[in-house]
T-cell receptor
């Protein structure tokens, strides 16, 4: 499968625990995006990478959130000291560079904080 | 903050009918895209229309863009039960990332 892959698909964690999600983009895509989506809402932009450089972060991305893309390939999104308000679907997308083109999304990781 | 707003929030039609949903946005854009999302799944790209384009077709989909009104519409012709999903517009203003609206939930009744 050559699409965007996200793992895990589901994660249940206790409040206060740390969680980490992984995204494997389409191999030739330079750009990688993270979005968060709550029930009944559209995806909200969190951050994006161009190769290994994190170029933009939303105000939604508090200090408890950190994202990396160490070799310009896969990316991880870590949430420290999770709160119930972090419960959401976390979506990853990738696209080619050179002017904005269509983005391909993964199936998402659904986080439930109990 | 979210750039686009879709209208209506929910739409229910009979199979075979056409479905039209609208998107309004606030600032100048480079392009606008429409995505579909089935319940609990990721988003699927449908069509991209650039700011210098007024209309685009892809199969049963027709998208229009009116930059003077800052609005776009998505028309799905001859709807099928499999078209049941949420539809989102996403606007690209900076060429770096794009903002989604709140979506239109479409139900196509067989």
């Amino acid at each position: 499968d050559t699409g965007v892959s996200q793992n895990p698909r589901h994660k249940i964690t206790k409040r206060g625990q740390n969680v980490t999600f992984r995204c494997d983009p389409i191999s030739e895509h330079n750009r990688l995006y993270w979005y968060r989506q709550t029930l009944g809402q559209g995806p909200e932009f969190l951050t994006y990478f161009q190769n290994e450089a994190q170029l933009e972060k939303s105000r939604l991305l508090s200090d408890r959130f950190s994202a990396e893309r160490p070799k310009g390939s896969f990316s991880t999104l870590e949430i420290q000291r999770t709160e119930q308000g972090d419960s959401a679907m976390y979506l990853c997308a990738s696209s080619r560079m050179g002017g904005f083109t269509e983005a391909f999304f993964g199936q998402g990781t659904r986080l439930t904080v109990v | 903050s979210q750039q686009g707003e879709e209208d209506p929030q929910a739409l229910s039609i009979q199979e075979g009918e056409n479905a039209t949903m609208n998107c309004s946005y606030k600032t100048s854009i480079n392009n606008l895209q429409w995505y579909r999302q089935n319940s609990g799944r990721g988003l699927v790209h449908l069509i991209l229309i650039r700011s210098n384009e007024r209309e685009k077709h892809s199969g049963r989909l027709r998208v229009t863009l009116d930059t003077s009104k800052k609005s776009s519409s998505l028309l799905i012709t001859a709807s099928r039960a499999a078209d049941t999903a949420s539809y989102f517009c996403a606007t690209d203003a900076t060429g770096n990332q794009f903002y989604f609206g709140t979506g239109t939930s479409l139900t196509v009744i067989p």
